[in-house]
T-cell receptor
Framework: AAGVIQSPRHLIKEKRETATLKCYPIPRHDTVYWYQQGPGQDPQFLISFYEKMQSDKGSIPDRFSAQQFSDYHSELNMSSLELGDSALYFC??????????????FGSGTRLTVV | GDSVTQMEGPVTLSEEAFLTINCTYTATGYPSLFWYVQYPGEGLQLLLKATKADDKGSNKGFEATYRKETTSFHLEKGSVQVSDSAVYFCALHSFNTNAGKSTFGDGTTLTVKP
C-alpha cells in the first residue's frame, strides 16, 4: 500500500539558509500535518492543512511557512535557519471522511541538520 | 489542553520478561489513542491504535486497551525480545477540528538484554 512520502530524507544546511521540505500524502488523503522532533524529544505539532486550507497551528516559528497544493502535497518552508532547527521533521496524512479512524499515517521523516 | 503522561524510563528488562509501559491522558472529547515505536535514527512506526473506549489494539505481541474510565492506554507484552529495544511513544489524536493534532508523551526507552 502507498505510504506518506517525504523528501528529501536528509538535508544539511548552513545557518541563515533556507530549506524546503516536501510531503506527498497517501492518495485520496485530504489532510496533512507537520511535526518537529528535536534530539531526545517527543514530536511537537507544527501545523496542519485540510482541503488545502490551514486547519490548526501549533508551535511553528514565524520563520517557517507551509502550504498544501492542489494535488494535496504539502511543503514546509524554513528560512533564516538556526542551529536549533536541527531536528527530524515528520509529515502525516489522513482522510477526514473515515471518521475516528481516518487512516492517520506518518511518513519516515526528513532529518534536517543545520551547521 | 490535551496531554499525555507516560511512564518514565529508561526501562531495562531481560529477554522473555513481561513488559508494561503506563500511559494516561487528558483530552476533551473522544480522542484516538496510539502507540508508536522509534528505533535509533529512524522514523515513527505505528505499533497499535484504538479509536474508541474498550477497543484493544494489538500487533506483534504488543497490546493496549483504551480505558475511558481511567483515561489510560497501557502498553503490554508478555515476552520481550532483544529486538524490541527502542523508544516507545504513547500519543493521542483529537479530531476536535477538521484536522485535529497529535499530542505525544515524552517517550520511554526500552532496553532488552539477552
Amino acid at each position: 500500500a502507498a505510504g506518506v512520502i517525504q523528501s528529501p530524507r536528509h538535508l544539511i544546511k548552513e545557518k541563515r539558509e533556507t530549506a524546503t521540505l516536501k510531503c506527498y500524502p497517501i492518495p485520496r488523503h485530504d489532510t496533512v500535518y507537520w511535526y518537529q522532533q528535536g534530539p531526545g524529544q517527543d514530536p511537537q505539532f507544527l501545523i496542519s492543512f485540510y482541503e488545502k486550507m490551514q486547519s490548526d497551528k501549533g508551535s511553528i516559528p514565524d520563520r517557517f511557512s507551509a502550504q498544501q497544493f492542489s494535488d494535496y502535497h504539502s511543503e514546509l518552508n524554513m528560512s533564516s535557519l538556526e542551529l536549533g532547527d536541527s531536528a527530524l521533521y515528520f509529515c502525516a496524512s489522513s482522510l477526514v471522511e473515515k471518521g475516528s479512524d481516518r487512516d492517520y499515517t506518518f511518513g519516515s521523516g526528513t532529518r534536517l541538520t543545520v551547521v | 489542553g490535551d496531554s499525555v503522561t507516560q511512564m518514565e524510563g529508561p526501562v531495562t528488562l531481560s529477554e522473555e520478561a513481561f513488559l508494561t509501559i503506563n500511559c494516561t491522558y487528558t483530552a476533551t472529547g473522544y480522542p484516538s489513542l496510539f502507540w508508536y515505536v522509534q528505533y535509533p535514527g529512524e522514523g515513527l512506526q505505528l505499533l497499535l491504535k484504538a479509536t474508541k473506549a474498550d477497543d484493544k489494539g494489538s500487533n506483534k505481541g504488543f497490546e493496549a486497551t483504551y480505558r475511558k474510565e481511567t483515561t489510560s492506554f497501557h502498553l503490554e507484552k508478555g515476552s520481550v525480545q532483544v529486538s524490541d529495544s527502542a523508544v516507545y511513544f504513547c500519543a493521542l489524536h483529537s479530531f476536535n477540528t477538521n484536522a485535529g493534532k497529535s499530542t505525544f508523551g515524552d517517550g520511554t526507552t526500552l532496553t532488552v538484554k539477552p
